[in-house]
């Protein structure tokens, strides 16, 4: 009987961390302006804006992507807009390979992520290795 308590106990407890470390969940941007929900599709983690600090324009209007370089997706609302795409799983708590679009300056950055409790360290660089950039603290939203 305690040989069943000790394996259920084990594997509950490895259930919970393996929860308490996954990136998919919604993350508060460390300046409190946004949450982005990390979603997988596929082989794919991506992020979404799901909630703004500020959700409108001066004139009432939903907030749109103003500052994009393409003049097409400009009028895209920024809720819904996918923030974080294409980040693979590299095992543990780490991710990489993807890219985080800047919504206020309408730029592009390399990205890499790291799990750490509930708190994702978000790396933004100019170059993939992720040397000239920086690092942002978003944390779980429950």
Known sequence: MKKYFLVITLAITSFGMSLAQSVIGKWKLDDGTAI???YQEGDNYNGRIVWLEKPYEADGTPAKD???PDEKLRSRQLIGLNMLSGLKHKGGNEYGNGSIYD???GKTYNCSMKVEGNTLKVRG???KRGILGRTM??????
Request: net charge negative; charged share 35%.
């Open 66 to 68: 103003d500052n994009n």
């Open 125 to 127: 660089s100019l170059d």
């Open 103 to 105: 919504p206020g300056n």
């Open 137 to 142: 603290d978003w944390f779980r939203v429950k």
């Open 36 to 38: 982005v929900e990390v």
